[in-house]
């Protein structure tokens, strides 16, 4: 019962800022090559497969309830995969299911892994947490902005509260800047904006601050962002169907395997597509607030790495200290509640309890336990539809038998 109430609490975590939880590293043989994720049966790694069974059904109720429109749902337990499903349609208006390797846009599921790209700087010397913004960018060199360190921006303390993701308008080309408008030049620019709170002493989730961010690693690696992250992390890790902007040219010709979004209902209480596969991108340019586009085959495997201290299939992404640092709270993000505490860390939300995670604004969210070695990802695109990801997570920690 203690994890039932622990995952009710990360839910209403997720509720206040898309994301919430965690800390801790595995041990034993994860440490030295890294548990690759693999299928298995859940009597395999110790679950219940009708418990399981009866998690996937709040999903298939929820679907034809009209609640959701489609999710696909993973659960992994000690680097074995016991539940991938698809549930609902990725495209209703063109009677399209969902399948389980479905594209979804991941949103601030974005987060960790741009704070991962900052992290493996980070240990190659080419950035410090402690760095202050200002000495990579000059234009952040003032007294507003000028004490604001790239720790700061990994964990929301930057004082920053700029509520868009960039400045409007963009920049526009110019004989200086012929291809304005671009992550770096546009996040040159929150310096004249600067922070409105003293750096480092108060939480305030901001999106401009992971634009920086991810500015800092363009200009840390000599590297489009999307184009380091992928060399560093997704060509290795073999995840395959991860980008980072929904243009089908830069997707390998996968757009077509995109959900549709679906934001609003429309008048015959139904879902209104508020993105399609094929409509212009949110924003002109690859960004780190959010962007990523994922599946829940390739995300769990970065969740694992995680899972396993920094390593995965005998390669060392993070060393053990970064997984502990980015996944140790840096600063609360409810202060003065009555409920439970909830923290962030360098890019993923943490709990007491030792659980971190993070939520996309599209749908999408992504829980990892440490204590159990477990993994679970909901992926939907209806996110403002009425999501059972408690009672989920609840049968998920049921569904455990030894």
């Known amino acids: 019962m203690r994890r039932i109430k622990d995952c ?16 801790a590293v595995a041990a034993g043989d994860a440490a030295a090559q890294g548990k690759v994720v693999t299928r298995a049966t859940p009597a395999e790694a110790g679950m219940s497969a009708g418990v399981l ?52 846009r991941m949103a601030s599921n974005t ?28 234009e952040w060199d003032n007294y507003r902005a000028g004490f604001i360190s790239i720790g700061h921006l990994l964990s929301h303390a930057s004082g920053l509260r700029i509520p868009t993701l960039f400045l409007q308008p963009y920049m526009q080309p110019s004989a200086e800047h012929p291809h304005a408008p671009t992550l770096q030049l546009e996040a040159a620019r929150f310096g004249a904006v600067g922070a409105e709170v003293t750096p480092g002493t108060r939480y305030s989730y901001n999106n401009p601050g992971y634009n920086t961010l991810g500015a800092l690693v363009e200009m840390a690696s000599g590297t489009p962002l999307d184009a380091y992250l992928d060399r560093e992390l997704y ?21 077509d395997r995109m959900s549709v979004v679906y934001y609003q209902r429309d008048g015959e209480g139904g ?26 085959e390739d995300y769990v495997i970065f969740c694992q790495m995680f899972l396993n201290g920094g390593v995965y299939d ?27 505490a909830s923290y962030y860390g360098y890019g993923w939300s943490v709990s007491d309890e030792g659980v971190f995670s993070h939520g996309g604004s599209d749908g999408t969210n992504a829980f990892v336990d440490p204590d159990d070695g477990l993994i679970v990802l909901v992926f939907t695109q209806t996110p403002r539809g009425n999501n059972p990801v408690r009672r989920f997570l609840e049968l998920v920690y049921q569904a455990i038998e030894g």
């Open 314 to 340: 005998g390669r060392r992404y993070l060393s053990e200290e970064s997984v502990a640092l980015m996944t140790t709270p840096k600063i609360r993000t409810n202060p003065g509640s009555d409920g439970p």
């Open 8 to 23: 009710m609490h990360l839910v209403l975590a997720l509720s206040l800022l898309a994301g919430a939880l965690g800390t």
């Open 235 to 255: 060509t290795p890790l073999g995840m395959h169907d991860s980008y980072h902007h929904e243009v089908d040219e830069k997707m390998d010709g996968k757009l």
């Open 271 to 296: 879902w209104m597509p508020g993105w399609t596969p094929g409509d212009p991108p949110q924003v002109p340019f690859v960004r780190a607030s959010g962007g990523m586009i994922s599946t829940a």
């Open 111 to 138: 987060k960790p892994v741009v704070a991962t790209g900052v992290a493996m700087l980070v240990e190659d010397d080419k950035l410090a947490y402690d760095d202050l913004v200002r000495e990579h960018i000059a």
């Open 53 to 104: 069974g009866g998690a996937v059904a709040l999903y298939e109720e929820a679907v034809a309830d009209g609640e959701m429109v489609g999710a696909v749902l993973l659960v992994a337990r000690g680097g074995k995969v016991v539940l991938h499903e698809a549930v609902g349609w990725r495209d209703k208006a063109r009677d399209i299911p969902m399948e389980p390797n479905t594209l979804f």
